[in-house]
């Protein structure tokens, strides 16, 4: 374990799941449903079937298709999943760790991140983002961790830096994505070992530490496409599996 790492003894778990049971707990978890992708040129529709969101084996399983799926009377050639705890799970600093396997393939983007519940300082990107892991699924011992501040879009900003694995891949296996946000300072964690810290952000709707000194709740999805991640490859293999073991906060 890392150093600089805050260990859970120093803490108290204010929530958790666990994905123990058959079934989503919806005391926890909202399924977001959005025929139009997320708004980064992304080729999915986010739907609540059990093909692309269910709990099973001890982990939540969100599953990207290539089935060609009418929601809304929108078709798309690529369906997933997206769940949040928004109104169920929203806290203003902590330790958010989340225990996952990542599915490879050019095209894929699971990511774990953290939007502000009430948008205090304005619209996107004003109030903040976190991101505590995202993956290209072509790039496979790659993950990012960044911070999306500043003024509204377009004129937003962004700081963060990638981490590689210098043994293996974040799809061989289960790993630990994590970070320790406190007043001014924020830091990502893998698997227990310090990746980076942020200290600097700033936005034009109020004083430091805003945005970052609000309530922020998590999000877990798996993207397909978009500008981010590129186009998804004839070999990427679907249906494709972002596996999550658990979810716990720490206060």
Request: no cysteine.
């Amino acid at each position: 374990m890392a150093q600089n790492q805050t260990t859970s003894s120093d803490r108290k778990l204010v929530w958790e799941d666990n994905f123990d049971g058959d079934s989503l707990d919806y005391s926890k978890w909202g399924i977001e449903v959005n025929a139009f992708g997320g708004g980064n040129g992304e080729l999915q529709i986010f739907t609540d079937r059990k093909e692309n969101v269910r709990v099973g084996g001890g982990n939540l399983i969100l599953e990207a298709r290539r089935d060609n799926a009418n929601i809304m009377g929108t078709k798309r050639e690529y369906s997933s999943g997206r769940v949040r705890t928004k109104n169920r799970g929203d806290w203003k600093y902590g330790r958010i760790e989340v225990r996952a396997k990542l599915p490879a393939g050019a095209g894929l983007w699971p990511a774990i991140w953290m939007l502000p519940t009430d948008d205090e300082y304005g619209g996107w990107a004003k109030s903040g983002e976190i991101d505590i892991m995202e993956f290209r699924g072509q790039n496979t011992n790659e993950v990012l961790g960044t911070l999306h501040y500043g003024d509204a879009w377009p004129n937003n900003t962004s700081s963060g830096k990638e981490y590689k694995l210098t043994n293996g891949n974040f799809t061989d296996d289960f790993h630990t994505f994590a970070i320790e946000w406190q007043a001014g300072k924020i830091q990502w964690f893998v698997d227990g070992k310090l990746t980076q810290t942020q200290t600097k952000w700033s936005t034009t709707g109020g004083q430091f530490p805003a945005p970052f000194d609000q309530k922020f709740h998590l999000l877990l999805n798996l993207s397909v496409g978009g500008g981010f991640v590129g186009a998804v490859a004839p070999n990427t293999k679907f249906p494709a599996q972002y596996l999550i073991d658990y979810v716990r906060i720490y206060q």
